[in-house]
């Protein structure tokens, strides 16, 4: 059974900084990982989708990596801003359902 | 092309009333999917389902939920007797594909029982 770890918990740091989420899992049999961005009381934003080939995908300010061979994913958020707050999703997909992490929620302090 | 759409966004039941939660996927996309996420906790898979076709439940409680995905209309989960502790965020995804097709989520439904 897929199991998918998301760490820290919470993060809060100061506008600007660069940042780095990680994502562990146990089983590397996977079809993708996604990383999506969950806001109060409001649905997904996928961020970045990671086919179980490639390695790393970008898009402007975020870099999500994977190695299946350790179990693990990096999000990367450069230059973080006010609005990048909110809880970040780490989701696995394999065989016909996602497994998803318990999230981490970040405040980006002005 | 509109993405995945919820209806309603919010709905409050008393206990013991029935609550119907709609979803209609994507354009073009015949796979659906619902997950749960029970407050303070991650979401949780529920049911992945085709047209006219159950694929896997398997994270369907035993009791008083269903899930339907006909050949025309949303797919519908229903919970029958609601209770407090089906209070919840539903969230319903599509793909076109299973596999490798990233799944496309819709805004969720906020579901509130008194």
């Known amino acids: 059974k897929q199991e998918v770890t998301q760490i820290p918990a919470a993060l809060s740091v100061p506008e600007g900084e660069n940042l780095v989420l990680n994502c562990s899992f146990t089983?590397?049999?996977?079809?993708?990982l996604q990383w999506f961005r969950q806001d109060p009381g409001k649905g997904l934003t996928s961020l970045l989708l990671?086919?179980?080939?490639?390695r790393e995908q970008t898009s402007g300010r975020l870099n999500a990596s994977l190695d299946k061979s350790s179990g693990r994913s990096t999000l990367y958020i450069a230059a973080s801003q006010p609005g990048d707050s909110a809880t970040y999703l780490c989701?696995?997909?394999?065989?016909?359902?996602?497994?998803f992490g318990s999230g981490t929620q970040l405040t980006v302090l002005p | 092309n509109a993405g995945v759409m919820q209806n309603p966004r919010h709905l409050v039941r008393r206990r013991g009333q029935e609550a119907r939660l709609r979803c209609s996927p994507m354009?073009?996309?015949?796979?659906v999917y619902w997950y749960r996420q029970l407050p303070e906790e991650g979401l949780k898979f529920m049911v992945y389902l085709q047209k006219e076709n159950i694929i896997d439940e398997s994270g369907m409680p035993k009791e008083r939920f269903s899930a339907e995905f006909p050949k025309e209309g949303p797919s519908i989960l229903r919970i029958q007797q609601v209770v407090r502790g089906d209070s919840a965020a539903y969230f319903c995804?599509?793909?076109?594909?299973?596999?490798?097709?990233?799944?496309?989520f819709g805004p969720g439904t906020r579901l509130t029982v008194t």
């Open positions: 990671i086919q179980s080939s490639q």
């Open positions: 089983d590397s049999a996977i079809y993708n």
């Open positions: 354009k073009g996309h015949s796979h």
């Open positions: 989701v696995l997909s394999s065989a016909r359902q996602l497994t």
């Open positions: 995804a599509s793909s076109p594909a299973t596999g490798t097709d990233e799944q496309y």
